[in-house]
């Protein structure tokens, strides 16, 4: 994937000028041993330049880790640690910035060898507060050098998913269709999460498709997808259409994403798309999600925000499904009863036309599609690609402004569950623990759209970060709470 930040942290330890600075030092090169032993260095870089006391050394190790490439920090607390020094190092450093604090090694040397690094985090905690400074703390930040390591690896998806925000460029071809007022997209918070957006007509794309007729590359675009499909290539003949299709939108990713580094799209599939370019887009859609680059249906502009989101935190591809109809009745006894631990109302099936990328799908074939198909010439409606997802862990999240402007989340770990669909388009059986309140007490409670974004394997953890880290209140980041705690709209008497 090339469309995704490469994360490197700069580690640099502090310490309080009335402790030994050997302390910082000697936990700092422990702290960066354990992480070399364990992870890839190619991912941190431990900065060498100074222990900082002061302000001045503040400067000193934020140039030192800007030179080095750094655009993640994390400040380690070797001992107590110096309040304002630390956090404006937090303030300056132009990335996400994390803080974690050294535990105490052994009885044997608790006088010399004392840190108090647990009471300093309580300083630094309070002086980032002060500064309106965003860091991420782990659950519990203070560590041994090995557990301190772990902190760091578990800080990569989450910087990862910051750093793309802050140079992301999401492209939108034309307004939302008629009768889909859920996918509402208000732009000021991408402007608040330093998210660019370019919005444009489909007329603008149709224009630029039109112009990519006859392109040399063609042929070999076209044979990528043969390769691609194999024996589910059931619609040969709309492939040239499709290959031109995807290199005017590739063209235009890169003459259009300007200054920014990475690019998302919400793209326009119906009403008028299809009788216009002659196909849908889906294929090419769940093959540029394939790249990296996520691509929503239906204009969804929050949908493939969330996408790249998630696509950062578990550098894989993702998918974007409508929460679609629930499972029979007769599926769910033949084939789900006492083989799973999930109730009839906790599963549902997740679907969309056909835009999950094909290395998500047990099995695919290109067809048109049918829904289109029943008002429109069939031939207009090929280029969807169907096929059961694969089953596994997966986490369902969004991310969503609200029509007000308010940030809003969820997430919901669960699985796509090993039971044949017999339907038809990109889908699967899903299962998540305690799905029917969530439903109801978030998903209908908090207006939240049809469409959700799904990340193959569990990525609640820091996915939850990330909401946490740009501004999402924690009234407003949900989850599927279990019995035991119901929502605060849950009838206690139902």
Known sequence: MNNLPQVKVGIVAVSRDCFPESLSVNRRKALVQAYADKYSMDNIYECPVCIVESELHMVQALEDIKKAGCNALCVYLGNFGPEIS?????????GPSMFIAAAEETQNNLVGGRGDAYCGMLNASYNLKLRNIKAYI?????????????????????????????DLKIISFGPRPLNFLACNA????????????EENSELDLFEAFKKHEGDERIPAKVQEMEQELGEGNMKPEVLPKLAQYELTLLDWIDAH??????VAIAGKCWPAFQTQFGFVPCYVNSRLTGMGIPVSCEVDIYGCLSEFIGTCVSEDVVTLLDINNTVPADMYQESIQNKFQYTHNDTFMGFHCGNTNTKKLSFCSMKYQMIMA????EEVTQGTLEGDIVPGDITFYRLQSTADCKLRAYIAQGEVLPVATKSFGSIGVFAIPEMQRFYRHVLIEKNYPHHGAVAFGHYGKALYEVFKYIGVPVEDLNYNQPKSLPYPTENPFA
């Not at 630390?86 to 132009?94: G, N, P, R, V």
């Not at 208000?186 to 957006?197: C, D, F, M, S």
Request: hydrophobic share 40%; glycine share 6%; with cysteine.
């Open 138 to 166: 782990p659950e519990y930040p203070v560590g041994t050098a090995a557990e301190c390591a772990d902190m760091i690896h578990e800080f990569l998806p989450i910087a990862r998913a910051i750093v793309g925000l802050s």
């Open 374 to 377: 029943r008002t429109l010439p």
């Open 186 to 197: 208000p732009i000021k918070q991408l402007y608040n999460l330093g998210v660019e957006i």
């Open 257 to 262: 994403k300007g200054y920014r580094k990475y």
């Open 86 to 94: 630390e956090t404006l190092l937090a303030k300056h450093f132009d």
